[in-house]
């Protein structure tokens, strides 16, 4: 009888732990409303025709960005996170300013390494990403029906070393440590993220579907490191600014 109970429990640990788990969580994307700093209300006063114009513009770009939608698909310790194709706009200027140069790339991730595909400066980039390390901070809200933790990160963005503040709201209750634009390494996913005054949220999660889950690593493209990266559109620009007389 013992021996029978010993093999069923090996048995139910064996069918337990070769069970997939694995997600698709559809993001959005908006901007963060602030009040007009006191240069913006100069400037308005100043030449109210041309603020309108801005504004105009501005507002063009935040109503792309409420079009665009992002999926995160997760397989076990694998993710992929990119941008969903989305139909010809009719701004396509504020389309293609609403994506912005990192929302077009492919984030991969897994348990060692952190990769980002992109298009810049004429070139395919496969640009090799640094660890995150994490504070957890005392912040708590309910983000849907999910409660959710607050944490925060530093990131250098740029080859000057200057630094960003990234602040990430993430719930234990879904044991992935994955989130938008390769962001990744707390226990539990991102359901929203804010970066570059941009907030990216989770819109639909979708775990444990019969839908066939496919995440491939990325393999093409110029491999560097993010310093390197940063280092070629610094002399990139160095260039651009040469050529054009400045």
Do not use: H
């Amino acid at each position: 009888m013992k021996k029978n109970i010993y093999l069923l429990l090996i048995f139910l640990s064996i069918s337990i732990n070769s069970q997939e788990f694995k997600g698709i969580i559809e993001y959005g994307k908006k901007s963060i409303k602030k009040e007009l700093s006191e240069k913006s209300k100069k400037r308005k006063k100043e030449n109210p025709e041309l603020f309108k114009k801005f504004e105009k513009v501005r507002n063009a770009i935040s109503e792309a960005e409420k079009k665009l939608t992002f999926k995160l698909l997760f397989k076990n310790n694998i993710s992929i996170f990119k941008v969903n194709p989305m139909l010809q706009s009719d701004n396509k200027r504020a389309y293609e300013t609403a994506i912005g140069g990192y929302d077009a790339g492919i984030y991969f991730n897994d348990t060692s390494e952190r990769l980002l595909q992109l298009n810049a400066y004429g070139e395919l980039f496969l640009i090799k990403k640094p660890k995150l390390k994490w504070i957890i901070l005392k912040e708590r809200k309910k983000i849907g029906k999910y409660n959710c933790l607050k944490a925060t990160t530093v990131i250098i963005i740029n080859s000057k070393g200057k630094k960003r503040v990234i602040t990430a709201w993430f719930t234990p209750k879904i044991p992935v440590a994955f989130g938008p634009l390769g962001y990744s390494g707390l226990s539990g996913l991102i359901l929203e993220l804010e970066v570059y005054k941009k907030i990216y949220y989770a819109k639909k999660i979708t775990l444990n579907s019969e839908e066939e889950i496919e995440v491939k690593k990325p393999t093409k493209g110029i491999l560097v490191t993010e310093n390197e990266f940063q280092n070629v559109g610094k002399e990139t620009m160095r260039k651009l600014k040469k050529n054009n007389g400045f």
